[in-house]
T-cell receptor, first 116, second 115 residues
Framework: EAGVVQSPRYKIIEKKQPVAFWCNPI?????LYWYLQNLGQGPELLIR????????DSQLPKDRFSAERLKGVDSTLKIQPAELGDSAVYLC??????????????FGPGTRLTVL | AQSVTQLGSHVSVSEGALVLLRCNYS??????LFWYVQYPNQGLQLLLK??????LVKGINGFEAEFKKSETSFHLTKPSAHMSDAAEYFC?????????????FGSGTQLTVLP
């Protein structure tokens, strides 16, 4: 079974430019997460989707960040315009709505963004 | 609000020595606890999890962790370190109940294994 796929793996842009990251979750996983991981830190949740609905986006800086999950499968995270402080790794994860009290999250390899 | 603290951002051990990575949590009720490993340029992989069953949890690659409610701890151990264990390790916590079940990560511990 394929894991969570993210692209690109690396992206270098100049500040004020737009950038987009793409995530394809594990087949059948209805929940999708975007995390921000700064260097030397643990991941922090940006947004969580249940199918196509964003159910938790309280940590998403909405002035420059946006996300979408059309049709409840793939998702795109966009930054416009990018700032120097956005340099980080952006992780995507997915989980299923399986029975039980906790649904394990499976992580993709991440996109490492460098803003110059 | 829940939080998790990992003591020691960098830990070095010799190959074959005991690995001990520390994690303490802060939560009003015992949460679910997890250890993840992250190899360079890769995503996070689940090592093991505590979800209110047995307090001693065994995971992959010979790792285990013990949930101690009295100490609010969930330390990760491995009897004998291998070179391939060198990676960054994250402790994480999620509420055991409620609707706001967000995974909260610690700041990570970088494990170096010396030959």
């Amino acid at each position: 079974e394929a894991g969570v796929v993210q692209s690109p793996r690396y992206k270098i842009i100049e500040k004020k430019q737009p950038v987009a990251f793409w995530c394809n979750p594990i087949s059948g996983h209805n929940t999708l997460y975007w995390y921000l991981q700064n260097l030397g830190q643990g991941p922090e949740l940006l947004i969580r989707y249940e199918n196509e609905e964003a159910v938790d986006d309280s940590q998403l800086p909405k002035d420059r960040f946006s996300a979408e999950r059309l049709k409840g499968v793939d998702s795109t995270l966009k930054i416009q315009p990018a700032e120097l402080g956005d340099s980080a790794v952006y992780l995507c994860a997915s989980s299923s709505r399986a029975s039980g009290s906790y649904n394990e999250q499976f992580f993709g390899p991440g996109t490492r963004l460098t803003v110059l | 609000a829940q939080s998790v603290t990992q003591l020691g951002s960098h830990v070095s051990v010799s190959e074959g020595a005991l690995v001990l990575l520390r994690c303490n949590y802060s939560s009003s009720v015992p949460p679910y606890l997890f250890w993840y490993v992250q190899y360079p340029n890769q995503g996070l992989q689940l090592l093991l999890k505590y979800t209110s069953a047995a307090t001693l949890v065994k995971g992959i690659n010979g790792f285990e962790a013990e949930f101690k409610k009295s100490e609010t701890s969930f330390h990760l151990t491995k009897p004998s370190a291998h070179m391939s264990d060198a990676a960054e390790y994250f402790c994480a916590v999620i509420p055991s109940s409620g609707s706001a079940r967000q995974l909260t990560f610690g700041s990570g511990t970088q494990l170096t294994v010396l030959p």
